[in-house]
């Protein structure tokens, strides 16, 4: 079965070739943030294409280094996942936007918003795919660039919060190909297929099964009838006064009248 983080780490493996396509990245990267000039995340490959987009852009860099918490009542040391910080400078990227972009660069950017905010779940419960937003207008400007791109995406508010969601297999593989896993797509694919065979041949032993079932309950009335009706039969197997046929239906009378010559 395909894990999200699989599908996040082949995202965060592809360098772009193009200064314009690590450009757009950048802009996807921070335009979901949690705070602005900054990259925020759980996942040390997010981390690490941030701080290689923008050296190899020779961008100013601070970090990785971890979020400094605070509310952490004094004593506390259970285990926690920390977000990773890295520190660019949103204005050194220039100024990009979504309407002006070739489509290599909304594909990269759109990576860049997948590799930042993103969250998947793509479980036998049904794929999904959500990026969580501080703003109304931050969360239909995603939206409106997905369908652009051709995914169509859905907006609500949850908790004080917007959320962009993407549900269904098409909607989902329409998202992994746009921002280039083709492994994962490749594997959402194969078990997508293998789901929806499993599923008919299910369907199909369930009506062979239901066929074979009122065959036998036929064949079984079929056979109480001929018993409650055995009783009336004689000993020779006259039924209604008539001779039973043998092993051939009787002549007609001028057929027979020609086989006695």
Same mark, same amino acid.
């Given at each position: ?29 921070? $335009?979901?943030?949690?705070? +602005? ?12 294409? *941030? ?26 040391? $259970? ?23 070739? *489509? ?34 931050? *969360? ?31 909607? +989902? ?19 997508? +297929?293998? $789901? ?66």
């Amino acid at each position: 079965m395909l894990v999200a983080g699989e599908v996040k780490g082949e995202l965060a493996r592809i360098v772009p070739a193009r200064t314009c396509c690590r450009r757009a990245e950048l802009a996807g990267l921070l $335009s979901t943030d949690r705070t +602005v000039g900054q990259v925020s995340t759980f996942d040390y490959g997010t981390a690490r294409i *941030a701080v290689q987009l923008a050296a190899s852009l020779g961008l100013p860099i601070s970090g990785p280094h971890p979020a400094v918490w605070s509310g952490r009542p004094a004593g506390d040391r $259970s285990p926690r996942r920390h977000h990773l910080v890295v520190g660019l400078d949103r204005a050194s990227i220039g100024d990009w936007t979504w309407d002006a972009a070739p *489509a290599c660069d909304r594909r990269a950017y759109l990576r860049g918003v997948v590799l930042g905010r993103g969250s998947m779940s793509l479980g036998s419960s049904g794929p999904h795919v959500e990026f969580v937003l501080r703003s109304r207008s931050a *969360a239909e400007g995603l939206r409106r660039r997905l369908r652009q791109s051709g995914a169509r995406a859905g907006v609500l508010e949850r908790r004080g919060r917007w959320v962009v969601y993407l549900k269904g297999r098409e909607e +989902v593989a329409t998202l992994l190909r746009l921002t280039g896993a083709n492994r994962g797509l490749l594997d959402f694919e194969t078990a997508r +297929v293998g $789901s929806e065979v499993r599923n008919r041949l299910n369907r199909l032993l369930n009506a062979e099964e239901a066929n074979l079932a009122r065959t036998v309950r036929a064949a079984d009335q079929q056979l109480r009838a001929q018993a409650a009706a055995g009783g009336r039969l004689g000993h020779a197997g006259k039924l209604n006064g008539r001779e039973p046929f043998g092993g051939e239906p009787p002549l007609a009378p001028d057929r027979r009248a020609r086989a006695q010559r």
